[in-house]
T-cell receptor, first 112, second 114 residues
Framework: GDSVTQMEGPVTLSEEAFLTINCTYTATGYPSLFWYVQYPGEGLQLLLKATKADDKGSNKGFEATYRKETTSFHLEKGSVQVSDSAVYFCALRDSSASKIIFGSGTRLSIRP | EAEVAQSPRYKITEKSQAVAFWCDPISGHATLYWYRQILGQGPELLVQFQDESVVDDSQLPKDRFSAERLKGVDSTLKIQPAELGDSAMYLC????????????FGSGTQLSVL
């Protein structure tokens, strides 16, 4: 079945460091890919998405590119801030299904 | 911005008791989802509604879990009897349609079964 694998955390970085959180997927067809973020005490919210190969999703300084050849959707940010501390979930929606499948999440902590 | 409302925020119960969670999606959202999130894991879909109809309940443990959305608006998820392994965060989400790519999540109900 469809699945999402993302790098285990926690990830701890200093402010202004470069961030990469790896995500790979297994799916039939051509899924849509997402990154959701969960800030402390809040519900999950959509951070960015990409619906087809080579699309780049971006929001709040974060970017991720849909790479079909490597079945990956890695999340990147050039300079992280303390306010980026949260849990990040990679997810997919298969083209033939309506449900969204989530990865296990990566906890990110940013030191001032 | 409109939000998905869930209650209660926390629930502590003893095993073999019945528990119920309530969710009110964003107005106009036809699709409603119940997810279970075990600590350290990603959300797992339990049941998905399109209006009042169940679209997917393949991962719902139907011997003890039930879900309804009678008027196609708010929804209730029930567990009877609760087991120790049911301790988790129960998340409700909604979207405009089944193909809606943006899910809006509530803050969840944290269930502890003792």
């Amino acid at each position: 079945g469809d699945s999402v694998t993302q790098m285990e955390g926690p990830v701890t970085l200093s402010e202004e460091a470069f961030l990469t959180i790896n995500c790979t997927y297994t799916a039939t067809g051509y899924p849509s890919l997402f990154w959701y973020v969960q800030y402390p005490g809040e519900g999950l919210q959509l951070l960015l998405k990409a619906t087809k190969a080579d699309d780049k999703g971006s929001n709040k300084g974060f970017e991720a590119t849909y790479r079909k050849e490597t079945t990956s959707f890695h999340l990147e940010k050039g300079s992280v801030q303390v306010s980026d501390s949260a849990v990040y979930f990679c997810a997919l929606r298969d083209s033939s299904a309506s449900k969204i499948i989530f990865g296990s999440g990566t906890r990110l902590s940013i030191r001032p | 911005e409109a939000e998905v409302a869930q209650s209660p925020r926390y629930k502590i119960t003893e095993k073999s008791q019945a528990v119920a969670f309530w969710c009110d999606p964003i107005s106009g959202h036809a699709t409603l989802y119940w997810y279970r999130q075990i600590l350290g894991q990603g959300p797992e879909l339990l049941v998905q509604f399109q209006d009042e109809s169940v679209v997917d309940d393949s991962q719902l443990p139907k011997d003890r879990f039930s879900a309804e959305r009678l008027k196609g608006v708010d929804s209730t998820l029930k567990i009877q009897p609760a087991e120790l392994g049911d301790s988790a965060m129960y998340l409700c989400a909604s979207s405009f349609s089944t193909t809606g790519e943006k899910l809006f999540f509530g803050s969840g109900t944290q269930l502890s079964v003792l």
